[in-house]
């Protein structure tokens, strides 16, 4: 496996533990927060990378995780 294939893994699992972690809210709102705190906290190379992995098909990514994930794309 090469080194980006890991680090995509890595961003993929950490945006999902930051959906599970948000994810008791009522849905719109655990939506809006998962991406606020991706805008907030991820580096603009992070949040690009993560966009283009769920461009790409976005295996591996939840389904909370991959709606706030368009959020960020707009």
Do not use: C, Y
Not at 12 to 27: F, P, T
Request: aromatic share 2%.
């Amino acid at each position: 496996m090469s080194s980006a294939s890991r680090h995509d893994e890595k961003l993929v699992r950490m945006a999902n533990q930051i959906a599970e972690n948000l994810g008791s809210q009522a849905h719109d709102d655990a939506v809006a927060a998962v991406a606020e705190h991706l805008r907030a906290f991820w580096t603009p190379k992070m949040r690009r990378q993560l966009v283009d992995l769920a461009a790409a098909g976005g295996e591996g990514l939840e389904p909370l995780t991959r709606e706030a994930v368009r959020r960020l794309a707009v």
